[in-house]
């Protein structure tokens, strides 16, 4: 462990968000001996976005072994794609086995955020004011919902919500229920009820591309070899890590032989288990496999082949009161309408409002799109850092596996100011604008730039994630590039 020297004894580090990346900033700075420092969280609870979602058949696309921090292996996952429960569960357990929680400020939001003489002033939603050296965005992609903008949904009679709102008090047996959306939760979501519902009605504005997966349940007997044998988690975690380099070299380069692979098992997944002519050309995309978020599912299209199910594909002219009218004049009646239309994934850090040196307002500097140096810091927003923030690795990596390169390489970033060797560091302009200019020029031949609308598009339209190998990121974040960087004071 390291100890903080005599200048940097004093310094505080405000963190907004207790999800994963905020359970983890604060595991490392107390590994880093960072011991002045506080967690906001907006809600009661630790977990982010598996706190928030609670939608039925809710599971990370990600092998469950590989999102799992890489100092605290779980042997106790009960399937390959582990539940949303379970990994929620798995969050919380981590926090209190490394004491995390005696950091946090639950219910108390950071609406305001401004950096005078060298330290941020924070303002929260109780009233509290706060100052620290370094403010630290642990605040995720996926905690804005989007609530689609449908002519009369609130006339609606019976019971509507956003999946990421699920309200269990409904009762779903028998009833008709209809799913706007055909994103990962959409899918998770019909899988789960296509077949205990009355009438279930799927609302498709986009067809999606189904990747097959194998999802295994793992036996009390394969976790009982885990608990004993620690290598034989980590060469489970050593194949998917193999798995995760095969794809995001693929979706790099839209024109690669294993682009095309992907493409031809999301075909063939297609083509061998869609049996009705007329469902197949419903469910059959006209855009290539993985330029929206590759969607990953053994079950959906058995479930939407299911007898209850429906795909309504004619677009949704209105909300009324007994239901769904559409385009073609037909009414869909329903009891239980399900906004499954996603997030707001370029807000970050925002609603808050956040002032850097001499005033300047993140909401201008990001005006045209989001963009900060290694998804990390901004120019102008001096000791600030994000995780996962924008233009990152989003689409083809695991966030746990970002988040941790990502900590390590702001730990030496503050490292320069518990040194003394400054007391103001951030990323110069000329180092973002070239940055930012040689990504998008990347992008340009990724999976993600082959024509389709896709929240990995930037209101430009031009793919806001990282265009370059998984080596390369790591390497990036392996130490930065100070040259890149301004240093005052």
């Not at 999606?208 to 975690?237: G, H, N, S």
């Not at 007391?423 to 070239?434: C, F, G, H, V």
Request: glycine residues 8%; hydrophobic residues 40%; contains cysteine.
């Amino acid at each position: 462990m390291t100890t903080p020297n005599a200048s940097g004894d004093g310094l505080r580090i405000v963190i907004i968000g207790a999800g994963m990346a905020g359970i983890l900033t604060a595991i490392r700075l107390r590994e880093s001996g960072y011991e002045n420092f506080v967690i906001y969280e907006k809600s009661d609870r630790v977990g982010g976005t598996w706190r928030d979602n609670t939608y039925p058949g809710i599971a990370c696309d990600v092998p469950a072994h590989m999102y799992t921090y890489s100092f605290e292996p779980n042997p106790e996952w009960s399937n390959t794609y582990a539940p949303g429960p379970e990994i929620h569960a798995y969050f919380e357990r981590t926090a209190q086995k490394y004491d995390v929680l005696k950091y946090i400020r639950f219910n108390e939001e950071v609406p305001h955020c401004e950096f005078v003489d060298s330290r941020w002033h924070i303002k929260t939603s109780t009233g509290r004011e706060d100052v620290a050296d370094f403010l630290i965005a642990a605040t995720g992609v996926l905690h804005h919902p989007n609530v689609a903008d449908i002519p009369g949904l609130d006339s609606f009679e019976g019971k509507w919500f956003h999946s990421a709102r699920w309200d269990h008090g409904v009762e779903l047996a028998g009833k008709r229920v209809g799913v706007v959306g055909t994103g990962s939760t959409a899918i998770q979501i019909t899988s789960a009820i296509a077949d205990k519902v009355g009438r279930y009605d799927l609302f498709q504005r986009t067809a999606q591309w189904i990747m097959p997966i194998e999802d295994i349940e793992y036996t009390e007997k394969d976790r009982a070899a885990f608990r004993a044998d620690r290598a034989k988690l980590e060469a489970v975690r050593q194949q998917v890590n193999d798995d995760f380099e095969i794809f995001s070299n693929a979706v790099i380069d839209a024109d690669s032989s294993g682009m095309k692979d992907i493409e031809d098992a999301c075909l063939a997944n297609l083509e061998d288990n869609v049996h009705d002519p007329l469902l197949r050309e419903k469910l059959r995309p006209d855009y290539r496999a993985g330029c929206k978020r590759l969607i990953f599912s053994g079950d959906f299209y058995a479930a939407i082949q299911h007898p209850n199910a429906h795909v309504l594909t004619e677009g949704i002219e209105r909300i009324e009161p007994e239901g769904v009218r559409l385009n073609n004049g037909e009414l869909r009646d329903l009891d239980v309408l399900v906004v499954a239309t996603g997030f707001r994934v370029d807000s970050f850090i925002r609603p808050t409002t956040v002032l850097g040196r001499g005033g300047v307002n993140l909401d201008d500097v990001w005006a045209d799109s989001p963009v900060a140096y290694m998804s990390i810091s901004v120019p102008e927003m001096p000791n600030f850092f994000m995780l996962n923030g924008p233009n990152g690795p989003v689409g083809n990596f695991s966030l746990i596996q970002i988040a941790e390169h990502q900590v390590n390489y702001i730990l030496q970033l503050m490292e320069k100011i518990r040194a003394g060797d400054c007391r103001e560091i951030s990323a110069s302009s000329d180092a973002t604008l070239r940055f930012e200019r040689l990504r998008s020029e990347a992008a340009k031949k990724s999976i993600w730039a082959t024509g389709c609308r896709s929240w990995y598009l930037d209101k430009n339209g031009v793919p806001a994630s990282w265009p370059w190998s998984r080596a390369r990121f790591f390497d990036e974040m392996a130490a930065p590039k100070l040259e890149s960087y301004d240093l005052a004071g």
